[in-house]
């Protein structure tokens, strides 16, 4: 076969193949940030106030999103997978019976309207360094991170 007819062929298939690992869109829709199997992609994102991100578990891995209660800031709500009140309400519920576990496909989502750091981290895999922060800035362009 000729090369420019293979690539005909087979290019939007394959591309179609690689949506879900180049960004943030996959058949389930629009997302924020993915999860692979033990990092959070992206590691940082800047938003501008009111807005809202969406996780999606774009892994076979159980995970989970939970804020580092400590160190969001003062007036912010908390967010947790499972719809926890506190890091340690999530992290109980997690050792017992996994509550707040996001499997495979499944999306968790927050608002975020007071602005600051908001850093967070994934329950089963914290150890092995799956953490990242949303910033929240009246001006997102502005916030370099990293990937």
Same mark, same amino acid.
């Given at each position: 076969?000729?090369?420019?007819?293979?690539?005909? @062929?087979? !290019? *939007?298939? &394959? @591309? &179609? !193949?690689?949506? =879900? %690992?180049?960004?943030?869109?996959?058949?389930?829709?629009? /997302?924020?940030?993915?999860?692979?199997? &033990? @990092?959070?992609?992206?590691?940082?994102? &800047?938003?501008? *106030?009111?807005?809202?991100?969406?996780?999606?578990? #774009?892994?076979?891995? =159980?995970?989970?999103?939970t804020a580092y209660e400590g160190?969001? $800031?003062?007036?912010?709500? /908390?967010? @947790?997978?499972?719809?926890?009140?506190?890091?340690?309400?999530?992290?109980? +519920?997690? =050792?017992?019976?996994?509550?707040?576990?996001?499997?495979? !496909?499944?999306?968790?989502?927050? #608002?975020?309207?007071?602005?600051?750091? /908001? $850093? /967070?981290? %994934?329950?089963?895999?914290?150890?092995?360094?799956?953490?990242? #922060?949303?910033?929240? #800035?009246? +001006? $997102?362009?502005?916030?370099?991170?990293?990937?």
């Amino acid at each position: 076969m000729e090369r420019r007819a293979f690539l005909r @062929a087979v !290019g *939007p298939a &394959a @591309a &179609a !193949g690689l949506a =879900g %690992c180049l960004g943030g869109s996959t058949a389930t829709g629009d /997302y924020d940030v993915g999860m692979s199997a &033990a @990092a959070f992609r992206p590691v940082r994102i &800047a938003v501008e *106030p009111g807005t809202t991100v969406r996780w999606l578990n #774009t892994s076979k891995q =159980g995970h989970s999103v939970t804020a580092y209660e400590g160190e969001i $800031p003062d007036d912010a709500d /908390y967010f @947790a997978s499972g719809g926890f009140d506190t890091e340690q309400a999530a992290r109980d +519920n997690w =050792g017992s019976s996994s509550g707040g576990t996001l499997f495979e !496909g499944e999306d968790f989502t927050h #608002t975020f309207e007071v602005l600051g750091e /908001y $850093p /967070y981290f %994934c329950i089963p895999h914290e150890r092995a360094g799956m953490v990242g #922060t949303v910033v929240v #800035t009246e +001006n $997102p362009e502005t916030v370099t991170g990293d990937a």
